[in-house]
């Protein structure tokens, strides 16, 4: 019962709130304990709201997800939690949200409720239509790293804002060209109706734009002189290779083995990915915290 609430509000889909963090890592305040504290009750705030968008889209899409292959054995289409038991929970996760907000800046509060807004709005239309569905799940990403910037008032480089929009749009893509796949292959047909508007063709030319856009964009922020002064070394280029492997990582999962509709699933079982998140994260904090 209990482990059919929990796949209800997507425990697992928690890891993509990790963006919050980003702010945190870049902002030379990580090993301090106010900031760190701010940036994990931003990180609870964010898992409550995705939460609730997931059991809101849950509820919209519930015919739907009943003829889709995977989906049909969620909670709410194979009918383990009833209709109105997840409207209750999400009544409840809206509670939880509306008490914790008081304690953080208006800033704050108010990009959580202009992610819950996008995110319902996705959820009934955006993502009916096509290239704005990609947008709209690129847009969601972005306001958790500027949440994460708000939860502790700092600011954020737009090169970071940039590789953030450009990650979040290659993970979309992504995810469509493997829906796009599935579909084909499935007797069943396509499931979610933008899919009729892509190609496979059109999505790897998105998915290489969007790749090409996270290397750019990342590596010119290593290299501004904003980051440079900041930082007070120009070592961060240095990580450059951790986020062009991961990219070209993500791009075989999919392309040759057909995984790259659950990026979170990715994230989290792939040893190499795992290894090289990792290995990013930790030579980015030696680097930018002068600990070498």
């Known amino acids: ?44 705030v964010f898992c409550l709201a995705s939460s609730l968008i997931y059991v809101i889209n849950d509820l919209i899409d519930i015919e739907a997800d009943k003829a889709h292959p995977v989906k049909k054995n969620r909670p709410l289409p194979s009918g383990a939690i009833s209709k109105r038991n997840a409207v209750i929970v999400a009544v409840i996760l809206f509670a939880w949200i509306v008490l914790l907000l008081p304690d953080f800046n208006k800033e704050f509060s108010r990009l959580v409720i202009a992610f819950v807004v996008l995110n319902v709005l996705y959820s009934l239309w955006f993502k009916h239509i096509v290239i704005l569905d990609v947008f709209s799940i690129a847009a969601g990403f972005t306001l958790r790293v500027l949440g994460g910037a708000y939860a502790i008032s700092v600011p954020v480089s737009s090169w970071l804002i940039l590789t953030t929009l450009f990650i979040s749009l290659f993970l979309g893509v992504m995810k469509r060209h493997s829906e796009l796949k599935l579909s084909t292959e499935s007797e069943s047909g396509t499931t979610r109706k933008v899919l009729s508007q892509y190609s496979l063709n059109f ?13 750019i964009c990342y590596a010119l922020y290593t290299v501004s002189d904003r980051t440079v002064s900041v930082f007070k070394t120009e070592d961060l280029i240095y990580t450059t290779p951790f986020v062009v492997y991961g990219i070209f990582r993500f791009m075989y999962l999919e392309y040759i083995s057909g995984k790259g509709e659950n990026a979170t699933k990715i994230a989290v079982t792939d040893f190499q990915m795992i290894v090289t998140v990792l290995a990013y994260i930790v030579t980015t904090v030696l680097i930018i915290y002068n600990i070498i």
Do not use: C
């Open 1 to 44: 019962m209990l482990l059919n609430y929990l796949n209800l509000i997507r425990v697992p889909q928690w890891i993509k709130n990790l963006f919050v963090f980003v702010p945190l890592l870049f902002s030379l305040h990580l090993f301090e304990k106010d900031y760190f504290l701010n940036a994990i009750f931003a990180f609870v």
């Open 203 to 215: 999505a790897d030319q998105m998915a290489t734009i969007a790749a090409a856009g996270v290397i």
